[in-house]
Nanobody
Framework: QIQLVESGGGLVQAGGSLRLSCAAS????????MGWFRQAPGKERESIGS????????FYAGSAKSRFTISRDNRKNTLNLQMNSLKPEDTAIYYC??????????????????????WGQGTQVTVSS
């Protein structure tokens, strides 16, 4: 069973940048689709974006488009989230997750957290105004 550990969260001023990382325990990391999700206090979990097993396809949701970039390094079993132009409304706990990717998946599948079976413990991101 794959285990995921996020890092890189912290406090940043509005307009700043942060880079989150997610380290995976298994050598089979390259077979999983990976996603970033977040949950703010009192709000439902939302998708930020996802990446397919090879890294050749990325998908973004909502306001993450144009500000956030997802990448992966299958040699290092690592998933990354580069966040630029951060806003106070980006304050949340950020989670990485792994899913057993299917060949018929379309974008909506990649962005649906219910398709992800393995989750990290989360890392807090706080953006001050």
């Amino acid at each position: 069973q794959i285990q995921l550990v996020e890092s890189g969260g912290g406090l940043v001023q509005a307009g700043g940048s942060l880079r989150l990382s997610c380290a995976a325990s298994e050598g089979t990391f390259s077979t999983y689709a990976m996603g970033w999700f977040r949950q703010a206090p009192g709000k439902e979990r939302e998708s930020i974006g996802s990446i397919n097993w090879s890294g050749s396809r990325t998908f973004y949701a909502g306001s993450a488009k144009s500000r956030f970039t997802i990448s992966r390094d299958n040699r290092k079993n690592t998933l990354n989230l580069q966040m630029n132009s951060l806003k106070p409304e980006d304050t949340a706990i950020y989670y990485c997750a792994a899913a057993e990717e299917k060949p018929y998946w379309v974008e909506s599948r990649y962005l649906n957290g219910n398709n992800y079976a393995y989750w990290g413990q989360g890392t807090q991101v706080t953006v001050s105004s």
